[in-house]
Nanobody, 125 residues
Framework: QVQLVESGGGVVQAGGSLRLSCTAS????????MGWFRQAPRKEREFVAA???????SNADSAKGRFTISRDNAENTIYLQMNSLNPEDTAVYYC???????????????????WGKGTLVTVSS
């Protein structure tokens, strides 16, 4: 059974940092595009960042300069380092994996084949 499990969410003050992790089990995703999406209350799920197996990345404009996605293929894990957080970053953050190994521009949610259950990030002002 394939599982993606996120961790690292929590409550942080504006300007603070958090590091999210997502570990996959049930199969290896070392060759797959993986990424992070988020969904704020009453909003659509939106793309945050994605990374190819070679380490190429794609980032949403809202993440550029503040968030860094990385991966450890040996550990079947991806990370999202989030700095300079602001209240607009409050959301449930989801890890996702794509069946494809190719990353060309930001993937949409419908491109992703596997999803975690999410981890809540709350940024207080």
């Amino acid at each position: 059974q394939v599982q993606l499990v996120e961790s690292g969410g929590g409550v942080v003050q504006a300007g603070g940092s958090l590091r999210l992790s997502c570990t996959a089990s049930g199969r290896t995703f070392s060759k797959n595009v993986m990424g992070w999406f988020r969904q704020a209350p009453r909003k659509e799920r939106e793309f945050v960042a994605a990374i190819s197996w070679r380490g190429s990345t794609s980032n949403a404009d809202s993440a550029k300069g503040r968030f860094t996605i990385s991966r450890d293929n040996a550990e079947n894990t991806i990370y999202l380092q989030m700095n300079s957080l602001n209240p607009e970053d409050t959301a449930v953050y989801y890890c996702a994996a794509r069946a494809s190994t190719i990353l060309v521009g930001p993937p949409s949610a419908s491109d992703m084949a596997y999803w975690g259950k999410g981890t809540l990030v709350t940024v207080s002002s």
